[in-house]
């Protein structure tokens, strides 16, 4: 019987998962920074009081966790099989 490797094939996949969602909420912090020192530079300049509000960024979290939810089934399926662990262990997991 061969032996699965369970536990670097879920250390990678983690690993993986952690890096593309630090680079999206770092994009997402950056565009908030910009969005923020656009509307301070504007207030400034018109002299008055400006009103905004920033939305959105849930919905955007959102997309990319169901965009990374749908790539990550194949791409599991087929690190696990190479680790030796069969389908059903892999969708049980």
């Known amino acids: 019987?061969?032996?699965?490797?369970?536990q670097?094939?879920?250390k990678y996949k983690i690993k993986d998962m952690l890096i593309s969602?630090?680079?999206f909420y770092a994009i997402m912090v950056l565009i908030l920074a910009a969005l923020i020192t656009g509307t301070l530079h504007f207030?400034?300049?018109?002299?008055?009081?400006f009103r905004s509000?920033?939305?959105?960024?849930?919905?955007?979290?959102?997309i990319?966790?169901?965009?990374s939810g749908i790539v990550a089934i194949r791409e599991d399926l087929r690190?696990?099989?190479q680790n030796g662990i069969?389908?059903?262990t892999t969708f049980v997991i």
Do not use: C, E, H, Q
């Open 86 to 88: 069969g389908r059903k």
């Open 43 to 49: 207030t400034v300049n018109v002299g008055g009081n």
């Open 21 to 23: 969602t630090i680079i």
């Open 64 to 67: 990319f966790l169901f965009i």
């Open 8 to 10: 670097p094939a879920y």
């Open 79 to 81: 690190l696990f099989m």
């Open 1 to 6: 019987m061969k032996r699965m490797n369970i």
């Open 53 to 62: 509000s920033f939305t959105g960024f849930g919905f955007a979290a959102a």
